[in-house]
């Protein structure tokens, strides 16, 4: 088996092509010595990205391709340990600021929920993933972690559990969810599983979907909505942004969300501030007057 099987066995055909070019550009520059290189020499090459990137973003996505390599190694038999396996850098955290130029109105959230699929064979399993990001606004970790056992199809709800960064709670289904999650459990996911494991969400090869799909399939709508940096995160934040604005208070908002502090939730009503400040610095003539600002937060 070639590297390029082993990644297209394992990943999105977009996903693969970016790893198979990282472990190239890796390869390149440990030379004869990458098969057998140790935890030290991995190291080495990531203080070499550090200079070169300085987007941690980057660097963490780098390290997984390599981490994938070796996992490669390993199932070919060239190797019996892996020398990255636990190694993440603390600093890999995407710029979650929110951008006011990038969030949705509700019907462009609602134009998320329709399209013609290309492959219709997916079409229910990229609608739940989608209907969850708009409706339940939850986070790519989040749906990563469903379980089948999760879904309550008789009284409506679905159970989100904890995770590093947000409570577990339970949220109400809208009707259209219930019949869609019904289609997905007895015709997709019943269809295509192809081992033991109680995720709800299961990728094409039939394997637990672990996020790379879900990203993915976000950036495929992004010709609905151009101008916009449309991502999972934006996503969410657009639908909790959306709440606030419409009066939901803050408090149901916070539990909806699972936001830990109130002052997480908080944030997201400066956003009507600072959308007005946008429009104000697009048509006023003295624009220069008015800057605009980023709102920080981290979920």
Not at 46 to 70: C, E, F, N, W
Not at 79 to 105: F, G, M
Not at 192 to 209: D, N, S
Not at 272 to 299: D, I, S
């Amino acid at each position: 088996m070639t590297l390029s099987n082993y990644l297209s066995k394992h990943h999105q055909a977009g996903t693969a092509k970016i790893y198979l070019f990282e472990i190239g550009h890796y390869l390149e520059w440990m030379g004869e010595g990458a098969q057998k290189a140790s935890h030290e020499e991995v190291l080495c090459y990531v203080d070499y990205l550090r200079d070169r990137y300085g987007k941690a973003a980057t660097i963490s996505r780098i390290i997984h391709a390599i981490k994938r390599y070796y996992c490669y190694l390993q199932e070919i038999g060239k190797r019996r340990d892996h020398p990255c396996r636990l190694l993440n850098i603390r600093d890999a955290k995407e710029n979650r600021d929110i951008q006011i130029q990038d969030l949705l109105k509700p019907e462009e959230l609602q134009r998320l929920l329709i399209r013609k699929e290309r492959y219709p064979s997916y079409a229910l399993r990229n609608s739940l993933i989608m209907s969850l990001l708009v409706n339940q606004a939850l986070l790519s970790r989040e749906i990563v972690g469903l379980k089948v056992q999760d879904v309550n199809l008789e009284k409506g709800t679905i159970y989100i559990r904890q995770t590093s960064k947000t409570n577990g709670r339970t949220l109400p289904l809208k009707a259209e969810q219930i019949m869609l999650i019904h289609r997905y459990l007895s015709g997709f996911r019943a269809r295509m599983v192809k081992e033991e494991t109680a995720a709800l969400i299961i990728t094409g090869r039939g394997t637990a979907e672990q996020g790379e799909g879900i990203h993915y399939l976000v950036t495929t709508f992004r010709k609905k909505l151009p101008g916009k940096k449309l991502t999972p995160m934006t996503i969410r934040q657009s639908v909790i942004a959306n709440k606030l604005k419409a009066g939901k208070d803050l408090r149901i908002v916070q539990v909806f969300a699972g936001h830990r502090q109130p002052s997480s939730t908080e944030a997201y009503r400066s956003t009507n501030l600072e959308e007005l400040k946008v429009a104000v610095a697009k048509y006023h003539p003295l624009n220069e007057l008015l800057p605009t600002r980023q709102v920080g937060f981290n979920q």
